[in-house]
Structure formats: structure tokens, C-alpha cells
């Protein structure tokens, strides 16, 4: 195997870096907007990814089982799909993570002999590392080329890899932590680096019991909560900031109409924080949104595809229905 990782991240001071600039201005413009917010991009450091690993196995977050109850259960239908006529492709996975569920598929499609190539993109250098390391063991024979950045930057170099189709893996209903605007402006934008019969498999965690959505979001053990809370300490050690972490608790929503699970920390003390050299005043009960989880209805997914210049080939769903795999095909 062969790991070519693209880096955007890199260095260790504010000054000079580019990334750690971009962090610093993006954290300072937030927490001085009204309402204050966080940028959910920002909360996988190394000790965020961890605590991302944990969250994924916690009894209360279903979306993790879910999907993988596709990937494990209905290999074979999302293969027959992305797999065509059996003529080369790049698999491209935005936002890999550790790839534990596509590496099911991964599996499968090298059983079937598939002549394909592996193209993980995550913003998460130590990801990537650790992707290099599971893959290379359990897939010696798999081609892969990893690229660390954001979505679009990544995605523009890999889809001029080569001239193959493309296959785009965008799971986990990482849509969901995207106002449904901004959905819609990201489908839009990703059709238009995909050539007509290019495909994608996007997940959605479907609407279900409200009860069930706010308990992944706000499990008994505080996981959430922490990793929440670790993009404070994130800033404190990357743009010397000084929050005193104790003075922020985890606070959750969800409303079953709109689909909106939503993520907060309250400020528990009227305080100044300073991140970078500037302050940012607090008020007592201020909240800081962190994150968005939408959550759809099949007809909100099928609308979002043929706005976005896709149409449907399948929705692949779990054993309980509470998960879909949406595969679109770019028109």
C-alpha cells in the first residue's frame, strides 16, 4: 500500500501558519457573532478523534450500528451499484475517519477482484496516520492515496488523480451537521466536480422518536459532553487562550418538526476569555452553539438530490430503517 498524504495542516505557531491563523480568526469572529458559535470542523484534534472513537460506541448513539447494518448486511447492494459495468474507479471517502464501516465495502469489492483505487480524505493528520496503519495490515493489496484538508481542496486533486469514474463516499450523516442551506449549496458544489455518471453514497439519519435522537446527543456517561468541551481545551493549548473549562456545561436540544438536534456549552460565569491576544466577554447563561445534527425524511433526501442535480438509484436502508445510504447518480 501506498499512503500519499496531502497536507494543509501543519507548523506549531499562530504566526506564520496559515491553518493555526485560519483557526485562530474563525474561533475570534465566532465567539464574537451573536450567537456566539464554534465552527464543529474544529473539534477533531487528537484528543477529539478519541473522543469521537468512544462516542461511535456508545449504547445510546444508534447512527453508528445503523450504518454499519448497511455496510455489513448490504455489501453486496451498494457494490452492485457503484460497481457498473465493472470498469475502473476511484473510491473517494470524504471524511474518512478510521474507516471502520467502508472498510466492509472495501473488503467486498476486493473479493469481486474490483480494479479500483481508495481515496480517503479526512482533516485529520492523525487519521490519516492511523489509517495508514490499519489499511497497510488488513489490505496489503489495496491501492490507496490519502489526502489530509478540507473537503473541496482534497476533493479537486483527487478527481484529477486520474480520468476514472468516480464513486464519492460521504457517510455517517456528516450531512447533517449542515444547516439545510448549506446542504444544499454542498450537494450543489460537489455535483459540479463530478462528471454525469459519477455516484454518490451519502448517509442521513432519518427522523424517528425525538426521545431516541436527544439521547445520542446527551448520553448518561458525558462522553458528548467532553468532546464538546475538548475543542475549549483545543484553543486554550493551539491559540493561547485562556477558558476555564469548568465554567461551561453541555447543553442539548432537539425539535422533531424541523429535525434540528442542536449542541450547546453555557457560560456558567460572566467572564473574559482571551484567544490569541483578544478578548471575548461572556455573559452568565450565554450559550456557544456548537453543532447542528439535521435529520431527514426520505422525501427532504429525495428533494435534496434533484436540486443538487442528482437522481435516485436506491436507498439502502438498516434493519430498523432508522439510517439511509442514499446513492445518487450525477446527471
Not at 501558519?17 to 458559535?37: C, H
Not at 468516480?166 to 459540479?192: D, Q, W
Not at 460565569?269 to 450565554?286: L, Y
Request: net charge negative; charged share 25%; with cysteine.
Amino acid at each position: 500500500m501506498v499512503l500519499q498524504t496531502h497536507k494543509v495542516l501543519n507548523g506549531n505557531n499562530v504566526k506564520g501558519n496559515p491553518a493555526l491563523e485560519q483557526f485562530s480568526k474563525d474561533v475570534i469572529q465566532g465567539l464574537r457573532g451573536t450567537p456566539k458559535k464554534l465552527q464543529s470542523k474544529y473539534f477533531y484534534d487528537q484528543a477529539g478523534d478519541a473522543l469521537f472513537q468512544k462516542i461511535m460506541f456508545m449504547p445510546e448513539y444508534y447512527i453508528t450500528d445503523c450504518e454499519m447494518d448497511i455496510f455489513k448486511n448490504k455489501t453486496h447492494d451498494i457494490a452492485d451499484l457503484i460497481m457498473e459495468d465493472g470498469a475502473s474507479f476511484d473510491l473517494i471517502e470524504l471524511g474518512a475517519g478510521d474507516a471502520t464501516k467502508s472498510s466492509h465495502l472495501l473488503e467486498y469489492l476486493l473479493t469481486l477482484k474490483a480494479d479500483f483505487t481508495y481515496m480517503p480524505i479526512d482533516i485529520s493528520k492523525n487519521i490519516l496516520s492511523y489509517l495508514d496503519n490499519k489499511l497497510g495490515n488488513n489490505f496489503p493489496q489495496l491501492d490507496v492515496i490519502g489526502y489530509e484538508g478540507e473537503y473541496f481542496d482534497m476533493l479537486s486533486l483527487a478527481v484529477c488523480s486520474s480520468p476514472k469514474r468516480k464513486v464519492i463516499l460521504f457517510l455517517g450523516s456528516n450531512i447533517g451537521n449542515m444547516e439545510k442551506e448549506e446542504a444544499y449549496a454542498f450537494c450543489h458544489t460537489l455535483r459540479n466536480y463530478l462528471q454525469p455518471g459519477d455516484i454518490v453514497l451519502m448517509g442521513f439519519d432519518l427522523k424517528k422518536d425525538p426521545q431516541v435522537i436527544l439521547d445520542a446527543y446527551n448520553d448518561k456517561a458525558g462522553i458528548t459532553a467532553a468532546f464538546n468541551l475538548n475543542l475549549l481545551s483545543r484553543i486554550n493549548r493551539e491559540l493561547n487562550a485562556d477558558f476555564i473549562i469548568e465554567n461551561f456545561t453541555h447543553y442539548q436540544t432537539y425539535d422533531p418538526i424541523e429535525g434540528a438536534c442542536r449542541s450547546y456549552l453555557i457560560s456558567s460565569e460572566k467572564s473574559i476569555v482571551t484567544v490569541s491576544g483578544e478578548p471575548v466577554h461572556f455573559t452568565k447563561d450565554e450559550p456557544i452553539f456548537m453543532e447542528l445534527s439535521q435529520k431527514y425524511s426520505l422525501g427532504e433526501c429525495e428533494l435534496l438530490a434533484r436540486n443538487s442535480g442528482f437522481t435516485s438509484l436506491n436507498y439502502i436502508m438498516d434493519s430498523k430503517s432508522w439510517f439511509t445510504d442514499a446513492v445518487w447518480l450525477a446527471v
